[in-house]
């Protein structure tokens, strides 16, 4: 199923994306993730004929659904939601990246259940806006994090990804997005291999930008509001 005005939404963003990149003085490609949460497997489809390439999902059981539903479509799948423990035995494996790693015990628990032979891509999120609702690992526990989810040789560390606070003030967005970039430049200095910067969605994607993004997650201005 294609969309044409999807189409023209996206030109919208990419023309956005490429002035707020010359801007910030970036020139890195933007991965735009099509998060297709609370919408039908139509939305998998219409993101893929738009070229699209990656689409995310917040919750494991629909996203299976749909990865059903949708079965032959070119896409890659991205979980970008919390991940409990008991549901990782249903996620291991059947994503390209895991967005919300955020403790020890749940990387440990996802590379148990990784298929033999397989590696896990995985993102670490870090709480950079400092509310206690959102998950993420604390700033200053990152290091340790990032230490013990590398001896896990199952996982393959990719970066970091943060959601910043719900504010329409561009100060307040930034802040966290220009935190979690210096703490991924601070832990590449150490020798972490944490090139990606997952942040950035429908309402501050712009910022995000021009913070670094290398990956923004994009549902209601793509597809419009959830059903």
Same mark, same amino acid.
């Given at each position: ?38 919408? !039908?497997?139509? =939305? ?6 738009? %070229? @699209?390439? #990656?689409?995310? *999902?917040?919750?494991?059981? &629909? ?84 230490? !013990?989810?590398? =001896? ?6 990719? %970066? @970091?990804? #943060?959601?910043? *606070?719900?504010?329409?003030? &561009? ?57």
């Amino acid at each position: 199923m294609s969309d044409p005005a999807l189409a023209d939404r996206l030109e919208e963003i990419r023309a956005v994306v490429a002035t707020r990149q010359q801007a910030g003085g970036w020139t890195h490609p933007v991965r735009i993730v099509a998060v297709t949460k609370g919408h !039908g497997a139509w =939305a998998v489809t219409a993101a893929a004929a738009a %070229g @699209l390439e #990656t689409v995310g *999902e917040n919750r494991v059981q &629909e996203a299976l659904t749909k990865q059903v539903e949708s079965a032959g479509v070119p896409i890659a799948w991205h979980l970008i939601g919390s991940l409990q423990t008991n549901k990782v035995r249903l996620a291991a494996g059947r994503f390209e990246m895991i967005h919300s790693i955020d403790r020890l015990g749940l990387a440990a628990e996802v590379a148990r259940r990784v298929p033999a032979g397989a590696r896990q891509q995985v993102l670490v999120q870090v709480n950079c806006s400092g509310e206690v609702q959102k998950g993420g690992v604390r700033p200053a526990d990152l290091a340790s994090l990032l230490d !013990g989810i590398r =001896a896990l040789s199952s996982l393959e560390l990719r %970066g @970091l990804m #943060t959601m910043a *606070e719900f504010s329409e003030d &561009e100060r307040v967005q930034r802040a966290a997005f220009g935190q979690l970039r210096a703490l991924r430049d601070a832990m590449r200095r150490d020798g972490h291999p944490v090139a990606e910067l997952s942040m950035g969605m429908s309402g501050d994607y712009g910022a995000a930008v021009e913070e670094g993004a290398t990956m923004l997650r994009l549902g209601s201005i793509l597809f419009g509001s959830r059903q």
